[in-house]
């Protein structure tokens, strides 16, 4: 979501500004999350907003083991977690 548009998505759902009432959810997988994250945190707190970040990191770092199945790597969830959090 474009930055500005997230925050004029949280000024409608929060006018108040209230603390606790919007949660933004990442999910991007490590890369995006390393590039992507600190423009939208740059956008929301430059406006002011309160608002509760959180990580999903299982859903963009999905990928095939050998076998076929659908599996995620250790490492790139803790990167990811570690990339919102740093």
């Known amino acids: ?3 500005k548009e997230l925050v004029k998505l949280i ?3 929060n ?3 209230k603390a606790g009432r919007i949660t933004v959810i990442a ?3 490590v890369e995006d999350m390393r590039v992507k994250i600190p423009h939208p945190i740059r956008a929301v707190r430059g406006a002011g907003l ?3 970040w959180v990580s ?3 859903h963009g770092n ?3 083991a050998p076998c076929g199945l659908k599996t995620r790597s250790f490492d790139r969830i803790l990167a990811e977690v570690r990339a919102l959090i740093l």
Do not use: A, S, Y
Request: net charge negative; hydrophobic share 40%; glycine share 4%.
């Open 1 to 3: 979501m474009d930055p």
């Open 11 to 13: 000024e409608i759902l």
């Open 15 to 17: 006018p108040e500004n």
């Open 27 to 29: 999910r991007m997988g």
């Open 50 to 52: 309160v608002v509760t």
């Open 56 to 58: 999903d990191p299982m």
């Open 62 to 64: 999905t990928m095939k």
